[in-house]
């Protein structure tokens, strides 16, 4: 048995053990236990942690915000990533193709409390300029502000998220596109195929894997989604806004439930590794 | 040969290494790590430890600052980590109890000479001192002094309704004017509201027991003075007195709506007036409390003042950072240096001597230090006199009041429940 291909990967795995897999079955661990940042003991509580998680109101709120975020960040993203991607690829020129692109992935390269800060300014409900534009259209903006409300205020958060992430889809989409032999467009055009129906016949069903690859990368990002909702509300107004990751860092560092916070990690962990398993397969479908 | 060549060589070694480290110079070379807020404070902080490096040779010191709500969560996690802080900003009463209770915060030496007693009796746990007050805040209703006398109001209200009224005469002189800005999407700043009302409508003595988990189980935050305190502000909300959207807009823009004169007042700590001051409105704006309610079953006059401190971690004991965070200490309570605090900061000093070295304070400030001073009957902010997992209640509870999304009742059922879970727990 051939040991030398064992220690190169030696560093890497040691690595890898120290900083996933000792902090992973740490968390998995104290998620049994009940103890304070600042406590010096624990206390074995056994699935006590994973009961709370049902009872807690809070948690119902971060879970119907996630399942929100995670199946309207499908509908929304990929779309409209689809329809971008099969523009750029077929329906501009190869310098718009190029200016475009660089516009539809600028906001992806920007710092995500940046694009925070600068939101919160836009949608200021005194000086920014979403009221201005709201009151200029005829319509009135909400009472509560965008950022204020219990109801828009978690869809608000998604839209500047898809804002920022619609260029990573596309940019994915559109790497699909490319690969899809020209002569299959030529033909159909022959056939007296419109673009529309290029699009809806070949481009579609020809990027079914990629869709599926960069759905799934859109579903977990959104279960992982925590630096929009903590820069632009805090999980506010009340609760309204609270997804998993907020409510584990508030649980954990405010409030101090070290263990609660770790099993809401865990569960966090299990959906999200079902749905990277299957992002895999799908990957090697693809590949 | 060789051998003793080497035995040599060690031990030259060694007495050259011991020489270095008996050398006074080098004896003194410590290092301290300092945390604090970030903005007008830490950039005080960062200006006094390099007086502090000078003043002391050898010193070398290093400056951690997080912005205020990462900052509570940050000195918990530091604490408990492999590099805590020597030195370390903290809140008094519960904030700084519980570090103590955790053994994460040690007991310092005595500040009795430099620092007035009272200030002192927030960071006294015990009978035993853990942290020294650098400054404190008095909590104001401020107002547009230009607006309120162009248009003949009367700047001081002797009771609630007199503010109510305050509000709809500013309404009624201009209706573009915002009474009062408000920003409450960190909702401590209607925290300021809800403490001055209950110390105002629970009785002393309840509240007290109350907030201390001393009440029995039966009778924890059930007088109805608390509720009472939540409709207050409610009042003020549906009479118009603030402006739409506050839980969208963030304290820091309601200063600057207040600063640049779109609305008549503001209720803010005295951390404001600098803010105030750059932002337009210099020796434009002066102060008053919020007034007592009629018949209300709390003292009268009571006001809330903040104080901010200095704690020491334990570490230092073991760091051997123990007498140099100490020394510390006793320089930023100098008045000289609480002097430069005023002037950086714009906080009210801890120590009344300071004034002695500030000729040049505007009306304003002259006011907040002479009736903080006066002040007997304190409140105290209730996320930091509560126990956290009752003040995170609160503070939810807040933002939906203000939304209209719960009711009053509602929320002090909620804080009910959680401090009797809480009491249970403990």
Not at chain 1, 219 to 246: H, K
Not at chain 2, 57 to 70: A, D, S
Not at chain 2, 311 to 339: C, M, W
Not at chain 2, 405 to 421: F, G, L, N
Request: negative net charge; contains cysteine.
């Amino acid at each position: 048995m051939p040991v030398l291909p064992y220690l190169f990967a030696a560093p890497a795995l040691v690595f890898l053990a120290l900083l996933l897999g000792y902090p992973l079955i740490s968390t998995v661990v104290y998620s049994f236990y009940s103890y304070d940042i600042i406590s010096t003991t624990r206390t074995f509580v056994g699935f006590d942690n994973f009961l709370q998680l049902l009872r807690d109101p809070v948690a119902h709120i971060a879970a119907k915000n996630a399942v929100l975020f995670l199946v309207i960040s499908v509908i929304v993203q990929i779309p409209i990533g689809l329809v971008l991607a099969a523009l750029l690829d077929r329906g501009v020129g190869r310098t718009a193709s190029t200016v475009f692109r660089t516009i539809i992935f600028a906001p992806m390269v920007l710092s995500i409390v940046a694009v925070g800060l600068l939101w919160q300014l836009i949608l200021d409900p005194f000086a920014g300029f979403a009221n201005f534009l709201v009151k200029a259209l005829g319509m009135t903006p909400p009472t509560a502000g965008w950022l204020g409300d219990p109801v828009i205020t978690i869809y608000v958060i998604m839209f500047i998220a898809f804002w920022q992430y619609i260029g990573f889809c596309t940019i994915l989409l559109l790497a699909g596109a490319q690969r899809i032999d020209g002569s299959l467009y030529e033909a159909a055009t022959l056939d007296g195929a419109s673009e529309v129906q290029s699009f809806l016949f070949i481009t579609v069903p020809l990027l079914r894997n990629t869709i599926v690859v960069v759905s799934l990368l859109s579903m977990i990002g959104a279960l992982r989604v925590f630096d929009f909702v903590y820069v632009l509300t805090a999980g506010g107004p009340g609760d309204a806004t609270q997804v998993p990751a907020t409510m584990i860092y508030k649980e954990a560092f405010f409030l101090g439930h070290m263990g609660y916070a770790n099993a809401i990690s865990v569960l966090l962990l299990f959906v999200t590794v079902c749905l990277g398993f299957l992002q895999l397969r799908y990957s090697r479908q693809v590949s | 040969m060789l051998m003793k060549s080497a035995i040599y060589g060690i031990a030259t070694a060694v007495a050259m290494a011991a020489a270095v480290v008996g050398s006074p110079a080098l004896a003194q070379s410590q290092s301290l790590e300092v945390w604090a807020l970030s903005g007008p404070e830490g950039n005080y902080f960062e200006q006094a430890l390099k007086r502090f490096e000078e003043a002391n040779p050898g010193v070398t010191t290093k400056l951690v600052t997080y912005p205020n709500e990462q900052y509570k969560t940050a000195v918990d996690v530091g604490l408990r980590s492999a590099s805590p802080p020597d030195v370390f900003r903290n809140w008094t009463f519960e904030r700084a109890a519980r570090l103590v209770r955790a053994g994460l915060a040690t007991e310092i030496e005595d500040f009795s000479t430099e620092v007035p007693a009272g200030a002192l009796a927030e960071f006294t746990f015990d009978g035993k001192l853990y942290g020294v007050p650098f400054d404190r805040h008095g909590k104001y209703m401020w107002y547009n002094k230009a607006f309120f006398a162009d248009h003949n109001l009367s700047t001081a209200p002797a009771s609630f309704d007199d503010l109510i009224g305050m509000c709809k005469a500013v309404k009624a002189a201009d209706p573009n004017m915002i009474p009062i800005a408000l920003g409450s999407s960190e909702p401590w700043t209607i925290d300021a509201y809800i403490a001055i009302f209950n110390q105002k409508l629970v009785p002393d003595d309840i509240r007290v027991a109350d907030a201390s988990l001393q009440s029995s189980a039966d009778t924890l935050f059930t007088d109805p003075g608390y509720v009472e305190a939540l409709d207050k502000f409610k009042q003020m909300q549906t009479e118009g007195c603030f402006n739409d959207s506050v839980n969208a807009l963030t304290p820091e823009a309601a200063r600057t709506i207040f600063a640049t004169g779109q609305s008549a007042m503001t209720l803010c700590g005295t951390w404001c007036l600098t803010v105030f001051d750059t932002e337009g409105l210099a020796n434009g704006y002066l102060g008053f409390r919020l007034p007592d309610f009629a018949g209300q079953k709390g003292a009268s006059g009571g006001h809330l003042v903040i104080e901010d401190g200095v704690q020491i971690s334990t570490a230092t004991r073991d760091k051997g950072t123990y007498e140099l965070a100490n020394k510390f200490l006793h320089f930023i309570v100098t008045p000289q240096e609480q002097a430069e605090f005023v002037k950086v900061a714009g906080s009210l000093p801890a120590i009344p001597g300071a004034l002695e070295f500030l000729p040049d304070v505007s009306e304003s400030f002259t006011f907040a230090v002479e009736d903080t001073a006066e002040a007997t009957v304190i409140a105290t902010h209730l996320d930091t006199s509560l126990d956290r997992e009752i003040s995170d209640v609160y503070l939810r509870g807040y933002q939906e009041l203000a939304n209209g999304t719960k009711t009053s009742a509602q929320i002090m059922e909620e804080v009910r429940a959680k401090a009797i879970e809480v009491k249970a727990a403990r």
